[in-house]
Every structure is written in C-alpha cells, then in structure tokens.
C-alpha cells in the first residue's frame, strides 16, 4: 500500500506542494470566458481574434511545402534561442522605417509576445515590485507579472491614453521598477497616446531613472491619421520594445519578438533558455519566407481594409443602437474599442443576461489591476466578427442593457 505523508489513505492534497506564488495565479478572464461564448450560434466581441477568413493559408501553405523541401534540415532542428537570425535581420530593417535603429543582435524572437511579458516579469520583478501602468490596462500583463507577486500604481487613461501629468505623482508614492505602456490603439481601451505626451513620458522616465515597456501589437493596423514616432525611437537606451505577428499575419504561429540593449537581450535570452529553450525553427521560418517574399505587406493592407470597415460598422451601431448615456471610444486603429454605459448597469453582471440573448463581450473590471473601475465599462472587439453580425450583435447588446435600464 503506498502511504502518503499529508494524507495516508487518500488522494494527495497537492495545495500543500504548491509555491506560495502560486496563490497570485489566476486564469485569464478572457480565456475562461472564450469558453462561455464559443457556441456557434453567440455573436462575440469578447475575444481579440483577427478575423480567420482572411488568414493568407495558400501563402502559408507554400511557404511549409518550400520549407520542408529545402530547409528541412535547419526548420525541423533545435535552433538558437536568440531566433531565426534571417527573421531578426527582416525585424530589425523593418522597424527602422519607424526609427527604431536596433541590429538583430537586440532582438529576441519569442513564443508570443505574451512570453515577453513573461520573461520581462522573471527577470525585473521581485515579490512587491512596484509597476507603473495605466488604469485600464492589458489583462495578459496583469496575470504574466502578478504571478512574479508584482504591485501595482496605475494611472487613468483619457481619450489621448495615459495621463503623463500625473505620472509623477503616482511615483512619488511608490517608486516603481518599470513603466508599462501600450501606445497606439490600446487594448481594451482602444486610445492612442499623443506625441507630446510619449515625450513627456520619456522625460519622466529619464528624470526618476526609470526603464519603459513599450507593448505595440497593433501599431502596424492605422485606419486613420499618421504614424507618431515610437517611444523607442525617443529613448533607445531604456525602452524595451514589444513586437508580434499574431495581429498581421496568424496568431497560431506564436511568433513574437523583444527589441532591447543588449546586456537586457543576454537576461531575456538566459531567463527564455529554462522556459522552452527557443520558439518554433518552423514557425519563425514560415514567417520570415512570407515576410521576405512581401506578401506579409499585402495581407496587412488587405486587413487594414476589412478592419477599418468593421470599426466604422461598429461606431454606426452603436450610435444607431445604445441608450442615452452610453459613450465609447473612436480608436484610430487596432482592434478594439472601449465603451462605458449608464452608470447604473454593471456589465459583470449584464454579461450573463447578454450571453442569454446570444451576443457577448468582455467586462470592463478584468482589465483594472485593482478591480477598481470599468464596472459600467465593456471591451468590443471588432475585427473578428462580419459586419452583419456586428450589427445585429450591437442590436441585441442595445436590447438587453435598455431592458436593464427599465428594470431599476
């Protein structure tokens, strides 16, 4: 008979195992509830899913049948953990066009752009370190860093993103380790944050000796309006810069990338060693063949059309739809925008009533480290739903929160 040392005649207790870090774990919000709203028949605005139709699969299957004719060799191999150097010289060349002047020597390919996160949180987070962050802010950083038992100071956004005049407050009253910022088309907030304000924001950060993360998965996706300079351009030498592919080519490839100084690159390099060793020879190669044959820049021409359809499809509906009271974003690109109702609904609350009547989004609160706003907020996402399906989806959310209001 096996004995077990916490429990002699029965199953093990494995909360007993666990690091205590483990008890600042918590699932992703989002993800439990994709689970809720992946019936066929619920029109969603709750995941950020590019829209699969428009997915470049012959491209993608011509680049797998090249590659396993002729690279075979180097595509299915173990790799180097820095990544595919091709894809970090395609990366490198690319980003300066937009004044970011790193080698592909600062630059390391990850599992996702969420594993960056991760990686950053193992290598500059201490239990009660201290971030800066915006109020709301991206629900993947939250969870990658509380793991790591991070703190949080979070300051309001407005329509231009971050309030930067109130950033030194907030760090007077806890010094932080790192300001974290997500600049163009925020998720979920959908806001972009002005030039004067990303200049702001450096002085601050040279002034307190602080480092920035800049998180720019949408940058690439403008409908309107002109390119602002990155915050990297402004301060190379303390800004680690947040790159993926998973908004402009196919999310399932998992390719990500960290631009950084290169004594941060060795860190990211030795902290992504213990994780998975290196991210997928094959997947960086498919997209680096697509990159390099220009077909990566047609297809985001081709989604920025389709996704700046769908957002002006989306505005119309909402204006068209909603009850007096209600307000939201006008992103200028991205894929999701940030909407408030009258004060008297919770949309923790009205996401089951919604989901009743087969339409779903995601509620404001998940995205406040402290779960101390977006309680009449919700997060729509755009671009993954057809346009008559967006409509009809406002529709019904309209519906069912002009219901709720008559019920108080």
């Known amino acids: 008979m096996t004995v077990y040392a916490n429990s002699p005649d029965g199953p093990v207790k494995w909360e007993r195992f666990l690091a205590q870090r483990t008890q600042r774990m918590q699932s992703s919000a989002i993800r439990e509830l994709l689970k809720i709203t992946q019936q066929p028949d619920v029109i969603s605005f709750a995941g950020g899913l590019p829209a699969p139709e428009l997915f470049p699969v012959r491209e993608i299957e011509e680049a797998c049948n090249y590659l396993l004719r002729q690279e075979a060799k180097i595509a299915l191999q173990y790799s180097t953990t820095e990544g595919y150097r091709p894809l970090r010289e395609y990366l490198a060349d690319s980003m300066s066009k937009y004044g970011i002047h790193h080698g592909p020597d600062n630059i390391l390919i990850t599992t996702g752009s969420q594993q960056a996160l991760d990686l ?32 949080f100071i979070t300051v309001p956004l407005d329509d231009d993103g971050m309030q930067t005049d ?13 300001i974290y910022i997500l600049p163009n088309f925020h998720n979920p907030a959908g806001t972009t944050v002005t ?59 998992r390719i990500g990338w960290v631009v950084a100084p290169a004594e941060i690159i060795t860190r990211l390099v ?21 990159a390099q044959r220009g077909i990566l820049k047609m297809h985001v021409r081709k989604i920025r059309q389709t996704y700046h359809a769908r957002r002006d499809t989306m505005l119309d509906a909402l204006a068209e739809f909603w009850p007096e009271g209600s307000t939201w974003t006008q992103p200028q690109g991205g894929l999701f925008l940030w909407a408030r109702v009258p004060a008297t609904i919770n949309t ?12 779903a989004y995601v509620p404001g609160v998940h995205f406040f480290p402290h779960a101390d706003g ?17 409509v009809e989806g406002i529709r019904r959310l309209g ?4 219901q709720e209001l008559a019920a108080h």
């Open 270 to 290: 030795q902290a992504k060693q213990g994780a998975d060793l290196h991210s997928s020879t094959f997947d960086q190669m498919i997209a680096n063949d697509i």
């Open 348 to 359: 923790l609350d009205l996401f089951y009533k919604a989901v009743e009547q087969k339409v």
């Open 166 to 178: 109130l950033i030194e407050e907030a760090i007077r009253s806890h010094t932080p380790r790192f």
């Open 120 to 151: 950053i949180g193992k290598i500059f987070i201490d239990p009660g370190t201290y971030i800066l962050t915006g109020r709301p802010t991206y629900l993947g950083a939250i969870q990658a860093w509380r793991a790591y038992e991070a703190e």
């Open 374 to 390: 977006g309680h009449n907020a919700m997060r729509l996402n755009f671009s993954n739903a057809q346009p008559e399906f967006i």
């Open 399 to 402: 519906l069912v929160m002009k």
């Open 195 to 253: 030039e004067e304000r990303r200049h702001r924001l450096v002085e601050i950060a040279r002034k307190y000796d602080l480092i920035i993360i800049e998180d720019d998965p949408y940058g690439a996706l403008r409908y309107d309006g002109e390119d602002i300079i990155p915050i990297a351009t402004l301060a190379p030498e303390r800004t680690l810069y947040l790159g993926t592919f998973s908004k402009t080519l196919a999310p399932g490839l």
